[in-house]
Each structure stands twice: as structure tokens, then as C-alpha cells.
């Protein structure tokens, strides 16, 4: 961590953090208020979800990430622009799925350029898999979104496999069809530069619907 990520995460964390041995989330109280709850996992270093908090102030954003620096960076920004409407968990994802979120509570789920794992031996260790997209599935409402993005084929090949025989899940682009990118999700740096190199990036748009029990 940098001089100023430390001292962010030490002065903002009291604030912003949250942590799994606090057990189920009351969204209303963490937040100080009811709104749409959207949760983004692996933020990176947190400039996207810092636009889309600072864009989108009625809605209450959640991140989790299990790399400090990139949660010191966060909470950096959040102090600096005056952001209030995150809250952050540096913690593993599919722990806080499990134990600290409730089923049907959240109105979306985004996550932007997953590690892809690129080489073959390793793709067993990507997140979008049919166990995590089942648990995903549970927390989301209704009507509530997944939002994934990458900018290597073969996952998203694999993740367009496992999100289209889910039927939970409906392609708000048509079946098989990859999304134009939203204008909510901010254009990262690193995006920007691999269309410079002609490098191509795949959204991925999914609602959660009703399943006929």
C-alpha cells in the first residue's frame, strides 16, 4: 500500500468498511437509508465504482474486495470526492454471498474484467462458474441485474455457456448476444487502451426472472 491508501484505509475504514463477523447485512442501517442495492465485485482499484456511486447518488453501492491497496484507493477517493453512498468489504466474495447478504435483497450484481485465467490448465480457477452464478442468482431479486464484463474472448465465451443455460437468467440482448456497453459503466484507462490496440471488450446483460416453482 502507498503512504496515502494506508492512511485512507486507517482513517476511513471505521467509517465505509464492513466485515464478515458482523453477520447479515441491514442494508437500511449500514447505509442510513433505504435505496437500490447494487454490489460489484473485484473493484480493482475502485475508479469505476467510485463514477457510477458519485453518477447514481440514490443508489447504495456495495464493493468487496480482497486487495488492500485497491480498497485504500477507494476509500482515498471516496474521502476526496465526497462519496457516501458506498460501502466496502475486504473480504472473499463468495464468503459475503453466503453469510452476509440475504436472498432476493439485491437489485444488481456487477463484475468488470474478472481474472481470466488465461491459460487453459488455470480456467478452472475463474470465478463465473455454474456454483457461483446459482449463488449470485439467490441474492439477486427479481428484476434485479448481472452485469459482466471482460475483455479476453474465450471467457466470455464461457461466461455467455454459463449465464445462457441458467434459468434464472434472461439475456436483455437476445439469446447468445453480447450487450453495447452500458453507459453506466465507466470507460476504465486500461479499456480504452486495448481498443487502441484493437483489443475487443464483451458486456454481458442478464435479469434475474421468476422461476415457476
Same mark, same amino acid.
Given at each position: 500500500?502507498?503512504?496515502?491508501?494506508?492512511?485512507?484505509?486507517?482513517?476511513?475504514?471505521?467509517?465505509?468498511?464492513?466485515?464478515?463477523?458482523?453477520?447479515?447485512?441491514?442494508?437500511?442501517? !449500514?447505509?442510513?437509508? =433505504?435505496?437500490? /442495492?447494487?454490489?460489484?465485485?473485484?473493484?480493482?482499484?475502485?475508479?469505476?465504482?467510485?463514477?457510477?456511486?458519485?453518477?447514481?447518488?440514490?443508489?447504495? @453501492?456495495?464493493?468487496?474486495?480482497?486487495?488492500?491497496?485497491?480498497?485504500?484507493?477507494?476509500? #482515498?477517493?471516496?474521502?476526496? +470526492?465526497?462519496?457516501?453512498?458506498?460501502?466496502? @468489504?475486504?473480504?472473499?466474495?463468495? !464468503?459475503?454471498?453466503?453469510?452476509?447478504?440475504?436472498?432476493?435483497?439485491?437489485?444488481?450484481?456487477?463484475?468488470?474484467?474478472?481474472?481470466?485465467? #488465461?491459460?487453459? +490448465?488455470?480456467?478452472?480457477?475463474?470465478?463465473?462458474?455454474?456454483?457461483?452464478?446459482?449463488?449470485?442468482?439467490?441474492? /439477486?431479486?427479481?428484476?434485479?441485474?448481472? #452485469?459482466?464484463?471482460?475483455?479476453?474472448?474465450? @471467457?466470455?465465451?464461457?461466461?455467455? =455457456?454459463? /449465464?445462457? +443455460?441458467?434459468?434464472?437468467?434472461?439475456?436483455?440482448?437476445?439469446?447468445?448476444?453480447?450487450?453495447?456497453?452500458? =453507459?453506466?459503466?465507466?470507460?476504465?484507462?486500461?479499456?480504452?487502451?486495448?481498443?487502441?490496440?484493437?483489443?475487443?471488450?464483451?458486456?454481458?446483460?442478464?435479469?434475474?426472472?421468476?422461476?415457476?416453482?
Amino acid at each position: 500500500m502507498t503512504d496515502a491508501q494506508r492512511r485512507a484505509f486507517s482513517e476511513n475504514w471505521s467509517r465505509w468498511g464492513l466485515t464478515r463477523d458482523a453477520g447479515q447485512l441491514n442494508p437500511e442501517q !449500514a447505509f442510513g437509508r =433505504e435505496g437500490p /442495492l447494487v454490489v460489484e465485485i473485484g473493484f480493482g482499484m475502485g475508479r469505476s465504482l467510485a463514477e457510477m456511486a458519485e453518477a447514481n447518488p440514490e443508489t447504495n @453501492y456495495l464493493g468487496i474486495e480482497v486487495h488492500k491497496p485497491g480498497v485504500g484507493k477507494l476509500l #482515498h477517493s471516496m474521502h476526496e +470526492r465526497g462519496i457516501d453512498n458506498i460501502r466496502v @468489504y475486504c473480504e472473499d466474495a463468495v !464468503a459475503v454471498l453466503q453469510e452476509c447478504l440475504a436472498d432476493a435483497s439485491l437489485d444488481g450484481v456487477q463484475i468488470f474484467f474478472p481474472d481470466p485465467w #488465461h491459460k487453459k +490448465r488455470h480456467h478452472k480457477r475463474r470465478l463465473i462458474k455454474d456454483e457461483f452464478v446459482n449463488l449470485v442468482c439467490r441474492k /439477486l431479486r427479481p428484476g434485479g441485474f448481472l #452485469h459482466l464484463a471482460t475483455d479476453w474472448e474465450n @471467457y466470455a465465451e464461457q461466461m455467455m =455457456e454459463v /449465464l445462457g +443455460r441458467n434459468p434464472e437468467l434472461r439475456n436483455l440482448a437476445g439469446p447468445n448476444s453480447f450487450s453495447p456497453r452500458p =453507459e453506466q459503466r465507466p470507460l476504465t484507462k486500461f479499456e480504452q487502451r486495448g481498443q487502441g490496440l484493437g483489443h475487443g471488450v464483451w458486456d454481458l446483460l442478464f435479469e434475474r426472472v421468476a422461476v415457476a416453482a
